[in-house]
């Protein structure tokens, strides 16, 4: 719900970028409406309801270069994360299959505002599990080749850029060379309600409006 009155064109945008949110990232059965001046309600499968609170939510996405990664050996998971400046470097904690590791981050190469769409998929195919893909801004993959092309050059883990949400490494996968063509793909051990979560997160970008959550209501189907 809103926290302060807001316009009807600005609720019914908000909806309607919500729906945007969920139809992209794959999620049937959900329902989205301005019930009053002042609240939106989701609704949708009960086992979603961390997804469903999330396509409400913004998400800082960002691409930095690696400087250095160090596992941190009895670590099991990493803490709560705050996204520092886009202009300075960041000391951020990253987790891929059991692994907990610290890392230090440049500056932010290329922003989530300069990706278009992030859609959940699955790689039956190849064996990979649930990832998502994206697709940049015309400015975005220029940035992405760019910086993709730097890393390339450099010796491990340099040549690594880290896939940063909300201050928590996703994913610092290595590069051998330029990335082109304006598309990129989060990788991980992602279950598909958290490919699904991200896509939602990363789409659309900044609602018109800020969401809080006012209220969860669960129904069980016997």
């Not at 809103?2 to 945008?13: C, F, I």
């Not at 220029?142 to 850029?161: E, R």
Request: net charge negative.
């Amino acid at each position: 719900m809103p926290q302060e009155p807001v316009s009807s064109q600005a609720l019914e945008r908000t909806a309607e970028l919500i729906r945007d949110r969920a139809a992209k990232a794959g999620l049937g059965g959900v329902k989205v409406t301005v019930e009053d001046k002042n609240q939106i309600t989701v609704s949708g499968p009960a086992a979603r309801q961390e997804t469903l609170e999330a396509l409400g939510q913004p998400a800082e996405l960002a691409f930095r270069p690696v400087l250095s990664a160090t596992p941190e050996a009895g670590v099991e998971s990493c803490p709560d994360a705050v996204e520092g400046p886009s202009s300075e470097p960041l000391t951020a904690c990253g987790e891929y299959q059991g692994t907990v590791s610290t890392y230090q981050l440049g500056p932010v190469a290329v922003a989530g505002t300069d990706v278009s769409e992030a859609e959940a998929a699955y790689g039956a195919e190849r064996g990979s599990g649930w990832y998502v893909n994206l697709d940049f801004t015309a400015a975005g993959g220029a940035k992405f080749a760019d910086i993709t092309g730097q890393l390339s050059t450099q010796v491990a883990p340099q040549n690594q850029f880290a896939i940063v949400l909300d201050g928590l490494v996703l994913s610092a996968p290595q590069v051998n060379g330029p990335i082109t063509g304006g598309k990129a793909e989060i990788s991980g051990s992602f279950t598909k309600q958290e490919a699904q979560q991200l896509a939602a997160q990363v789409n659309t970008g900044a609602l018109p409006v800020h969401l809080s959550v006012s209220s969860v209501t669960k129904v069980r189907v016997d």
